[in-house]
């Protein structure tokens, strides 16, 4: 592959990342407008969220590992037809339909982003590789909600989901048009990852991770309020935390041969962040500011080095580990997101805030306890060590 097409094809798989993940929290932006006109009551339209986590936990590992022998071009472009699909919503708006595609997008989510990983790290290094995954990913958490929000108020909750629906059919087209090398033959199923002691520990502590990282940061803006942000103050706070993201991402990506490392550091820093927003919401401006970016690198971070740190422990099935990793994520996103909430609604944001720092503790000791299993338990076969 020439340096010109491997910079095309970063591109465009990281822009298909990016309308992918956009998909996934732009609904975030669009429920009040979508529940009025498909009459959906609140807890629907947060159901929304539920059932494309449902399907990205609960099918996109066996359709990874089913698809694992299929030409990596044509599994990155049919995975962006649910997002396509879209458009039908436009034509045909009512809940059902949408429940429908939300399961189905949050299968292909975690599909094109193990295959794209898996490309991507044979083409740049496994850090630097995800990384430029990531920025398509980092953008899409950063700016779906808020610009969802914008075009619903302005010209109606269709704008952005056409929008999203039409990029979805071009990327289509040009994921199909990449010309990329087939993996590697995989010489035993994918499944067999599942029986590794080490691999089943990366997962549970990939959940634990993410349960940190959004036990406070799906409660941002309540943070932020509860230090005294409102209006445009806490639109300016949301764009330093979402561009120290993208620094984060960067930081990750250079950073990837001490992933398991930072299964340790990124809870850390995203509890304390949380924390310093929650329980010193007095403090000085600076301060606070400097908080806010840490825990933003962090949290972006977070996103690398764990898809690194689990397809390091799966080489000879990247695609399949990366799968898992994003599953694991989404029960961790679920669970945090569940704790935080309960906190938030039982002691208040105080309390909410120091969520995170309860995940924190299985994370050290997960990593402890990896650190301590027997050296022919925690290391892949020296042939898929080759491959990573």
């Known amino acids: 592959m020439t340096r010109g097409s491997s910079k095309a094809t970063a591109l465009t798989i990281g822009l298909s990342a990016l309308v992918l993940v956009a998909t996934e929290f732009v609904v975030i932006g669009l429920a009040p407008a979508m529940s009025a006109q498909l009459d959906m009551t609140p807890s629907q339209s947060g159901w929304l969220v539920t059932w494309f986590a449902i399907g990205s936990a609960l099918a996109a590992p066996f359709l990874s590992a089913y698809l694992s022998d299929t030409s990596p071009a044509k599994v990155l472009g049919w995975m962006m037809l649910p997002n396509s699909a879209n458009l039908i919503l436009i034509v ?7 429940a429908a595609l939300r399961v189905a997008q949050g299968a292909a989510l975690p599909v094109y982003i193990s295959f794209a990983s898996s490309h991507l790290s044979q083409v740049y290094g496994a850090g ?14 950063v700016l779906a909600p808020s610009c969802g929000t914008f075009f619903a108020e302005r010209f109606g909750w269709q704008t952005p989901v056409a929008g999203l629906g039409l990029l979805s059919v071009v990327l289509l087209v040009a ?57 445009d103050q806490m639109s300016i706070a949301l764009l330093v935390f979402g561009g120290a993201g993208l620094a984060g991402n960067w930081v990750g990506g250079r950073t990837a041969d001490h992933a398991l490392a930072g299964a340790i550091v ?53 695609s399949f580990a990366a799968s898992m990793n994003i ?23 105080a309390s909410m805030s120091a969520t995170a720092a309860l995940f924190a503790i299985p994370c050290i000791a997960t990593v402890i306890l990896l650190a301590a299993l027997p050296r022919r338990f925690r290391s892949p076969a020296p042939e898929a060590a080759d491959r990573i």
Request: contains cysteine.
């Open 128 to 141: 630097k590789g995800v990384a430029k995954v990531y920025i398509g990913v980092t953008l899409g958490v």
């Open 327 to 349: 599953a694991a994520a989404n029960v961790g996103i679920a669970l945090g997101t569940f704790v935080g909430g309960w906190m938030l609604e039982t002691g208040g944001v």
């Open 266 to 318: 990124v809870p850390l820093l995203v509890s304390g962040g949380a924390m310093a927003f929650g329980l010193l919401a007095t403090a000085p401006a600076l301060l606070l500011t400097v908080v806010l970016i840490a825990w933003g690198m962090a949290h972006a971070a977070g996103f690398v080095l764990s898809q690194v740190r689990v397809m390091t422990a799966g080489p000879d099935h990247k």
């Open 175 to 231: 994921n199909l048009r990449l010309h990329l090398p087939p993996f590697q033959a995989k010489t035993a199923s994918a499944l067999s990852l599942l029986r590794r002691p080490s691999f089943l520990c990366q997962l549970f502590l990939s959940v634990c991770v993410f349960s940190a990282m959004f036990a406070g940061y799906s409660y941002l803006t309540s943070l932020l309020a509860n230090a005294g942000l409102e209006g």
């Open 92 to 98: 045909l708006p009512n809940f059902e339909l949408a």
